[in-house]
């Protein structure tokens, strides 16, 4: 059984911050945990990954200096902070596990949470 949970979403004014949270129930031992988002009319796109186990990340391009991803193995979870949110910002934020070779890239994630909406005006 996996399952993925993400929390933390919400409607902001430009210029703050929001930091998502996803509890994951993953049997995996080399696992790499992935942001993705979805805008309305797009296509859904990899914000940031890390590797639970040595806590490498990546970003896109899009959030680099603004987004930080981190993880508490003890707990489960890993974290989006997103700094500076801007109004292009604004889709569905999913939380995504597997063992991707491509870390950004949705098709080599196996199991996906349900999402958490973020709202920026």
């Known amino acids: 059984h996996v399952q993925l949970v993400e929390s933390g979403g919400g409607s902001v004014q430009a210029g703050e911050s929001l930091r998502l949270s996803c509890v994951y129930e993953y049997e995996y031992s080399a696992t790499c945990m992935g942001w993705f988002r979805q805008a309305p009319g797009k296509e859904r796109e990899g914000v940031a990954s890390i590797w639970t186990y040595d806590g490498r990340t990546s970003f896109a391009d899009s959030v680099k200096g603004r987004f930080t991803v981190s993880r508490d193995n003890a707990k489960n979870t890993i974290f989006l902070q997103m700094n500076s949110l801007k109004p292009q910002d604004t889709a569905m934020y999913y939380c995504?596990?597997?063992?991707?070779?491509?870390?950004?890239?949705?098709?080599?994630?196996?199991?996906w949470g349900k999402g958490t909406q973020v709202t920026v005006s």
């Open positions: 995504a596990a597997g063992n991707p070779g491509r870390v950004l890239s949705n098709n080599e994630y196996l199991y």
